[in-house]
T-cell receptor
Framework: KQEVTQIPAALSVPEGENLVLNCSFT??????LQWFRQDPGKGLTSLLL?????REQTSGRLNASLDKSSGRSTLYIAASQPGDSATYLC??????????FGGGTRLMVKP | DVKVTQSSRYLVKRTGEKVFLECVQD?????MFWYRQDPGLGLRLIYF???????EKGDIPEGYSVSREKKERFSLILESASTNQTSMYLC???????????FGEGSRLTVL
């Protein structure tokens, strides 16, 4: 059974810092991996989707990488801003149409 | 932009009441999903649907049912609400079966 882990569970950084969020998965036979952002009390917002054949995807200040062989994905946020404060979740689709979510990393960017 | 709309952001119901949570998407997506999210338990899949009038049980279907009479609308029904169904309910849709998932704003249900 696929397990998805996000460490750390919480992270606090000063504004302007570049940071990396981690996502690990136990079964490397994935179809794709998606990163989401969730603000308190709200739904999830899709940030980036990486297909299993891709190594990375970029959107603005966000860059997500995927290393299937090591079971890892990272979300890089450049020049962090207080508005980036949120919980970030990754989710992995296996070939069997099963989607597994990580527990999330709660990010706080301090002005 | 894809829009997934959940009809109620906050609901308060009494134990034993029947509860309807409505979800509508405007992008002609085939696939729709209902999740609940609880602190410490993460997101758990309740039901999903790959087509009109089609439904499949997820990981925690007990106490819930769903209806998909039209492609754009997927309803979650709590036949007899219980306090352990107090939760945040999230609807999602996707075009492809394992495609990018788009979520609604969520419905916070409190059962007293």
């Amino acid at each position: 059974k696929q397990e998805v882990t996000q460490i750390p569970a919480a992270l606090s950084v000063p504004e302007g810092e570049n940071l990396v969020l981690n996502c690990s998965f136990t079964d490397s036979a994935i179809y794709n991996l998606q990163w989401f952002r969730q603000d308190p009390g709200k739904g999830l917002t899709s940030l980036l989707l990486i297909q299993s054949s891709q190594r990375e995807q970029t959107s603005g200040r966000l860059n997500a990488s995927l290393d299937k062989s090591s079971g890892r994905s990272t979300l890089y946020i450049a020049a962090s801003q207080p508005g980036d404060s949120a919980t970030y979740l990754c989710a992995v689709y296996n070939a069997g149409n099963m989607l597994t979510f990580g527990g999330g990393t709660r990010l706080m960017v301090k002005p | 932009d894809v829009k997934v709309t959940q009809s109620s952001r906050y609901l308060v119901k009494r134990t034993g009441e029947k509860v309807f949570l409505e979800c509508v998407q405007d992008m002609d997506h085939e696939n729709m999903f209902w999740y609940r999210q609880d602190p410490g338990l993460g997101l758990r899949l309740i039901y999903f649907s790959y087509d009109v009038k089609m439904k499949e049980k997820g990981d925690i279907p007990e106490g819930y049912s769903v209806s998909r009479e039209k492609k754009e609308r997927f309803s979650l029904i709590l036949e007899s609400a219980s306090t352990n169904q107090t939760s945040m309910y999230l609807c999602a849709s996707s075009f492809f079966r394992r495609g990018e998932l788009f979520f609604g704003e969520g419905s916070r249900l409190t059962v007293l």
